[in-house]
């Protein structure tokens, strides 16, 4: 059974950081892309970025782009996002989840979340 | 960027009756060369992560119920919920995975009236 564990949310100051973990079993970890997506308390879905199965390649939305950082330890089983120069807008729940094909596609298994509060 | 447009915001269905969902694309999602259309529909339950229902806009995840359908190409697309359940109350997103950054629809909250 795939199960995905988010850890390291929190409470942060705004231009602080913050590495949040997606801890992955139950599928070849190694073979699948994978992708954070975060929600807004109360609003909608945004994709914040995602990286392919070997790590080589990275992608971002513009909103996060330069401040974040995504990576991978294949031989952990384990994801990563490192957050810096935090915002109140960055505020939510973040989501690892695994990618179906591809570098980037459909995201067929998602964690739980863990919640990051940007405030002072 | 394309910009996924999701409506009604909300609506309210009567048990067993239809349910309809509509989602438009900024730009066509639909690849020529290989005649798919690049659009995912999600469900998500209060206090769940999202659940994929639907992938290149009409083949259903695996143990999804047949109630569950897709339909449209191109950049208008539907989900459509043919007998609504109790259980389906829930936000539904459509995402397009054509291009990066990846976008989804604002949502549509699905209630029994």
């Known amino acids: 059974e795939v199960h995905l564990l988010e850890s390291g949310g929190g409470l942060v100051q705004p231009g602080g950081s913050l590495r949040l973990s997606c801890a992955a079993s139950?599928?070849?970890?190694?073979?699948?892309?994978m992708t954070w997506v975060r929600q807004a308390p109360g609003k909608g879905l945004e994709w914040v970025s995602a990286?392919?199965?070997?790590?080589?390649?990275?992608y971002y939305g513009d909103s996060v782009k330069g401040r974040f950082t995504i990576s991978r330890d294949n031989s952990k089983n384990t994801l990563y996002l490192q957050m810096n120069s935090l915002r109140a807008e960055d505020t939510a729940v973040y989501y690892c989840a695994k990618v179906n094909y591809g570098d980037y596609s459909i995201f067929d298994y998602w964690g739980q979340g863990t919640l990051v509060t940007v405030s002072s | 960027d394309i910009v996924m447009t999701q409506s009604p915001d909300s609506l309210a269905v009567s048990l067993g009756e239809r349910a309809t969902v509509t989602c438009k694309s900024s730009q066509s999602v639909l690849y020529s060369s290989n005649n798919k259309n690049y659009l995912a529909w999600y469900q998500q339950k209060p206090g769940q992560p999202p659940k994929l229902l639907i992938y290149w806009a009409s083949t259903r995840e695996s143990g999804v119920p047949d109630r569950f359908s897709g339909s449209g190409s191109g950049t208008d697309f539907t989900l459509t919920i043919s007998s609504l359940q109790a259980e389906d109350v829930a936000v539904y997103y459509c995402?397009?995975?054509?291009?990066?950054?990846?976008?989804f629809g604002g949502g549509t909250k699905v209630e029994i009236k």
């Open positions: 995402q397009q995975y054509d291009s990066i950054p990846l976008t």
């Open positions: 990286i392919s199965s070997s790590g080589g390649s990275t």
């Open positions: 139950g599928f070849a970890f190694s073979i699948y892309a």
